[in-house]
């Protein structure tokens, strides 16, 4: 088994460095350091010769920071250079990045769609939501210019995906910030991504409650008139359901995907880039240059939903059994000191969203819409596939 490890998609971290400084950013612990020409070449050397043999086709990378417009140079040599291999090993590669939008300019753009690279904007909603989180560094807000940038984004990529970091603080306006990214900016695909850690009361899980079905009301709404907005809860959730597809894994980190810092070290995922100390080394599965310790990779290839610890319950307790996988396991282990044990706020969530599915999916039975909901859930952008393959 140690023998065969090998893995098709990696995040990269072309640099630790931002021009903004939001609050919340876990990747903003990792230091200011960039990723060299040398080692983002090696890295994409390393997937290829990874993978020889095996049947994955495409690759794919994933730009990451900090802000990984910041090194766009860096970005576009290790494009055009992954197309030198393609001949070679008889495979292509795909490209990704997520963005802040605030450097976004035309050549960025030109050089996008040229190369196919899927984009993952990250917005958290309306001016008074992003300003309390998002700010340049000297305090000014970049709201005007992400607004217009996600406009030029949108007109040229519909199917771009806006990214939400829901926190506690933000949780009472959830709701209305995604009718702003829909109605306001255009985004027909939203990704809200719940801080967990954050969310440590009873309240506050009573109005994400409310705001969640806030929001799948809104979808609803616009069913009706033959729209649909892409939630990606939602949309994940209900295919879910509906396919009757227990998941094993919440995602492939460690298994399908890895994190490779701007030294070209790798981790199990991106967020276990983020840590620092003996913990970020513990994680350490190798490097780039050196090759990678089957071994040290067996205990995420092995992990799945019968090694989960549980929440609240266990797991054959829950109602939202096979919904979910556990959670984010870089979080568990950030937060309990083990990656097998679940936050307790992991069962919150997936019953809040397991029930909300349920009752969307009847929604559109009763309204006789189940085929058009059957056709929307089906039209993802590749920053909407789950990573649990």
Not at 124 to 133: E, I, L, S, V, Y
Not at 213 to 225: H, L, S
Not at 317 to 332: D, Q, T, V
Request: glycine share 6%; hydrophobic share 35%.
């Amino acid at each position: 088994m140690a023998g065969k490890w090998h893995v098709p998609y990696a995040v990269l971290f072309l640099t630790n460095s931002c021009n903004l400084c939001c609050s919340y950013c876990f990747a903003s612990r990792t230091g200011l350091d960039s990723m060299s020409l040398k080692t983002g070449r090696k890295t994409i050397d390393w997937l290829y010769e990874n993978t020889k043999g095996f049947h994955e086709d495409p690759l794919i990378v994933s730009f990451f920071g900090g802000e990984p417009l910041l090194r766009f140079s860096l970005l576009r040599q290790l494009v055009e250079y992954s197309k030198q291999h393609e001949d070679r090993y008889g495979k292509k590669m795909i490209f990704s990045v997520t963005t802040n939008g605030t450097l976004l300019n035309t050549a960025m753009l030109d050089f996008f769609e040229e190369h196919n690279i899927s984009v993952l904007f990250s917005i958290d909603g309306d001016k008074a939501t992003n300003d309390r989180f998002r700010l340049y560094k000297d305090g000014s807000s970049p709201f005007e210019t992400i607004c217009n940038n996600a406009l030029r984004l949108l007109e040229r990529f519909p199917n771009v995906a806006a990214r939400m970091t829901v926190t506690k603080e933000n949780i009472p306006a959830l709701a209305s910030n995604i009718r702003f990214l829909n109605e306001e900016l255009g985004f027909r695909f939203i990704s809200p991504c719940t801080a967990l850690e954050q969310i440590d009361d009873h309240e506050s899980w009573k109005a994400f409650d409310r705001q969640c079905r806030d929001a799948a009301v809104y979808v609803t709404e616009k069913a009706i008139v033959n729209d649909y907005v892409h939630l990606h809860f939602l949309d994940n959730g209900i295919e879910q359901i509906t396919s009757n597809h227990e998941v094993d894994v919440a995602c492939g980190a460690g298994k399908t995907f890895v994190g490779v810092d701007v030294e070209g070290n790798i981790y199990p995922c991106h967020r276990f880039v983020s840590y620092t100390g003996s913990d970020r080394m513990k994680f350490r599965l190798g490097s780039v240059y050196d090759g990678i310790d089957p071994v040290k990779t067996l205990p995420f290839r092995r992990y799945d939903r019968r090694h989960i610890l549980g929440c609240y319950t266990r797991c054959e307790e829950c109602p939202a059994e096979n919904f979910c996988a556990g959670g984010c396991i870089a979080l568990h282990q950030e937060i309990n000191g083990l990656f097998t044990m679940p936050l307790l706020q992991q069962q919150k969530l997936m019953n809040i969203w397991h029930s909300i599915c349920l009752e969307t999916i009847e929604w559109f039975k009763q309204a006789d819409r189940y085929d058009f909901l059957m056709e929307q859930i089906t039209m993802k952008p590749k920053s909407f596939m789950p990573l649990n393959d």
